[in-house]
């Protein structure tokens, strides 16, 4: 009875709701009045037009429309771009800290959600035939319980229209800890760790790849190396975030 009571009032008062990225209060909304600020600041924000990474703060805005950052400059990789939905810090790395290792799966809804407003606002990204997540090896998914890829991949997929693949995209063994290595080293280390289970699914179309988040791109780079190897005709990349450059 007592709980019916509070239901009834909380249908007359509304409690005030929990904003997801950073706990504070929102009114109705999907975030809070704070936290919608950041994101449209990071959407001014200056990237890399090849991998997303972001500018870092006060560093020299070129006049030129096209910018890529000094990576994209010197070499190639096996994607056409990446994009991100805002750089990896303050509450956007907090939310995804909560979200992959806290086991805060709801967080999968409203990174998504932001992931999604950063697709439909590059072209490409939007004649994707095909969404797969970054794999975790089954070692490390029994450790985590879910693979937070995963369920961004089937948020993003759902709202964008555009069908998901849980089990084209694996990942055979465990890698190493991939903090403190350098892009070679990481490269090394991911070599031969994913694998595409059915070219044939893959062959000739589009595919973008979701993950969480962008730091040196190996992960990223790897997993479309083997997508491009198995014939597809171009990949992309779109993650929660991405780290900045210098
Ligand atoms: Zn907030
Ligand atoms: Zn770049």
Redesign the pocket.
Known sequence: MLSLWKDLLNLIYPSPVECPLCGGTRQGKDLCDNCRSIISGYKQEL???????FTGKGSHIPSVSSH??????KQQWPFELVRAAGPYEGVLKEAIHRFKYLGRRGLACSLAGLMVETARAEPLLTSVDLILPVPLSDEKLRLRGFNQAVLLAEEAGYRLQMPVNTKLLVKDFETHPQAGLNRTAREQNLRGAFRVTNAGAIHGKNIMIIDDVFTT?STMSSAALVIRSAGAKHVFGLTAAAGR?F
Request: net charge positive; proline share 0%.
């Open positions: 990237y890399c037009e090849r991998c997303g990474r890529f950052c000094y990576t994209c400059r791109g450059y």
